[in-house]
């Protein structure tokens, strides 16, 4: 079936931004949130932010979380991505009101799953996170935060306490209208998997990670 055409026979407008499409309760083992679903049409992801208690507008308890399937999901540690996520739910829950933005598209930094697979392989022989994604002919870092901020921006959000050791995502919502007024740690203890990568994101990527000090004794 074609589309129709309007007057003057132009097509019609194709829609920009994000959309709210659903509200629907998430009980979690953290506490009950409500799980607030969204449409990018820009990118067509599909988006959720996790919401805990009456958020209000300004200084909100806010995590905006790259999506990581291995992490996430896979209790990977080449990573911290997934002790992350939790702890993010439990401070919100433990602050009695705040959010987690979820954010598709992420994956490995914005390269998606596979070349994300395809950069560990390399860091498996010896290259860190930013030569692999550069060896790959790819971007160290390709996420954009505009969504994330419209999406906080539809909840009523104005100003955040954001719980991150990228200053990268603080600047970005800047950019994109949201006040952070606090950026607060969110670090997780190193493993000896994962030291090297959250080794490089301190000297390669400025995060804010200064508990690796204290762990100079992982290889």
């Not at 994962?194 to 990527?205: A, P």
């Amino acid at each position: 079936m074609t589309e129709k055409i309007g007057v003057l026979g132009k097509q019609p407008q194709r829609r920009t931004g994000v959309e709210r499409v659903v509200n629907a309760p998430l009980p979690t083992v953290y506490g009950k949130f409500q799980a607030i679903g969204y449409l990018d049409h820009d990118r067509g992801d599909e988006q959720v932010a996790l919401v805990y208690g009456d958020l209000g507008s300004d200084r909100v308890l806010t995590r905006l979380h790259s999506e990581c399937l291995t992490g996430d999901a896979f209790g990977s540690q080449h990573c911290e991505c997934g002790d992350q996520l939790a702890a993010a739910l439990r401070a919100v829950v433990a602050e009695g009101a705040g959010v987690v933005v979820y954010l598709k598209g992420h994956e490995g930094r914005g390269i998606g799953l596979l070349a994300k697979l395809r950069a560990m392989a390399l860091q498996a022989e010896g290259l860190d996170t930013v030569e692999a994604n550069l060896a790959l002919g790819l971007p160290v870092d390709a996420r954009d935060y505009g969504v994330a901020a419209g999406m906080l921006k539809d909840l009523g959000v104005r100003s955040v306490r954001l719980m991150s050791n990228n200053p990268r995502k603080r600047e970005a919502l800047v950019r994109h209208g949201v006040e952070v007024d606090e950026q607060v740690p969110l670090l997780i203890q190193p493993c000896e998997s994962n030291i090297t990568y959250l080794r490089t994101k301190r000297e390669r990527l400025d995060h804010h990670l200064p508990h690796l000090d204290a762990v100079a004794h992982l290889s």
